[in-house]
């Protein structure tokens, strides 16, 4: 009997055998998957856990069809150690993701058992250590196989785990990249690999019976976890009898489209500031249905999709150096072509993130000038008006709306005022000793806004309806205040950087220390 059809047929019975009874079970216990009416778009509860079902059918498969045809291939591949740290390795993921799918993990708990799960791979041989180079040598990475390697598995990992949105697609999706490897396996005469890549597609096809479109069960993150880390062991697995490069972009190739899938997610997360863990509803199977097409249709043209993939992995395989790197250029065509379609709206959002940050930097660069500048002009500043001028120059350097600085008189404990000063943007402010404002309106104490470095507020004056940044800051040095310094900025609901707040606190030392100083001289020439 053929090991590879045995195999297959084992594994594929024994996923659906498996299914029904997880299915049965998450359903008794309440593990299902509830809609939540943004990121998942079933209409209602669905039982979870479906890699239990998988990784009993990938194991239990190779077993059955070792006892049943003795095959020394077989027998050779389930006595290496490599296969008991597979097993090993897959258990772990398996029941890290089932945790999270019965009581709930945390993305950085999870992120962390994978990582130790892929260096406990390297050091069980799962690991890339060089690339053929079809142009010359070997590229060897020295101690940088080790975060190539665990970049691989997490990559492989998360990438099975975004995709997973829609019935049937993320266990579709591995089907044909594993069917790829299969494939090329027997043509690098690569037994082990062949063998573990044909008990994987037989485990997800079997479980694609209830997992299609409408699914009635899913595979959970214990299912999509230990499906890209299964891939991602079979890939490696398949690369130890091959040139790497080659074996390696089979995997890759035939996983194309959750790869650009995790890219464009990162790339979003990464352009709207939020953290890589946050979700949302704006993958390439939620595009699709955005764009009026059916659950099922939209499954099947991404089945389409990875079908195409893996055909040209399978000519990669087969061709030689040149024609290799001619397929890794028309690839790249479509991937860029793919990429301003698919990804538009992501672009965009980069685009405008790496313009909001030059903007931020050289807004920054600006800021911290003028408070220098600022602060060694004020030194020669022989009035307090004169200190007030240098920093008006430095505000609108700094683009604020308006600033006003109050100077005690008779001092703090008083309330009495000896001057007010006033600066807006657009306006000539002036110095006043009668505690009015330069523009004409009452100057009591409560026009001083008390919030220090307080949050964004409406414009009160509801001439324009701008959000307003503001802050009071107290001006004295060695305990004494001398004063308080008031100053807002328009932000039009944008984040305000670090950099108005660092400098205005550079500024607020300067102020003081000069002010005390040009006090004390008018003291004493007054004496």
Known sequence: MNPYAVTFVLAAAIALALALVVRSTARRLGVLDRPDGFRKVHGRQVPLLGGVAIFGAFTISLFVCCWLTGHAGVQSC??????????????????????????GLRARWKLLICTLVA???????????????????????????????IFWFLGCMNAINLIDGMDGLA???????????????????????????????????????LNFHPASIFLGDSGSLLLGFLIASVGLRGAQKSHAVVALLIPVIALGLPIMDTALAMLRRWAKEIPFSAGDHQHIHHKLLEMGLSHRVAVLLMYAGCIVLAQLALLMSAANSLQA?????????????ALRVVGRHELKLAKQRLLRHIERKRRSTLCRAAAYRASAKMRYAEAAADVWGVFSEAAAAMELDDASMVLFGDGPEGGQRGAIYNWERDGNGREDYNGHRSNGTNGR????????????????????GDILWSATLPLGTNGTELGKLSVSKSTNGAPLGPEVPDTLELLRKALAINLERVQISSLAAKA
């Not at 150690?81 to 999270?100: E, N």
């Not at 104490?445 to 324009?464: L, S």
């Open 78 to 103: 389930l006595s290496s150690p490599d296969f008991l740290s597979l097993v090993c390795g897959a258990a772990v993921v398996m029941l890290t993701g089932a945790w999270d799918d019965v009581r």
């Open 119 to 149: 260096v406990a791979m390297y050091f069980a041989d799962y690991h890339i250590d060089s690339f053929s180079n079809p142009f010359g040598r070997a590229i060897y990475l020295g101690w940088f196989a080790l975060p190539v390697t």
């Open 171 to 209: 266990a579709g999706v591995v089907l044909f990249a594993s069917a790829a490897v299969f494939m090329t396996s027997v043509l690098f005469q690569n037994a082990s690999a062949a063998l573990l890549s044909v008990a994987l597609a037989g485990a997800t096809l079997g479980f694609l019976v």
């Open 325 to 337: 790197t001619g397929l890794l250029v028309v690839l790249g065509l479509v991937t860029f072509l």
């Open 445 to 464: 104490e409560d026009d001083v806004r008390q919030d220090t470095y307080g949050p964004g507020h409406r414009d009160t004056d509801g001439q324009n």
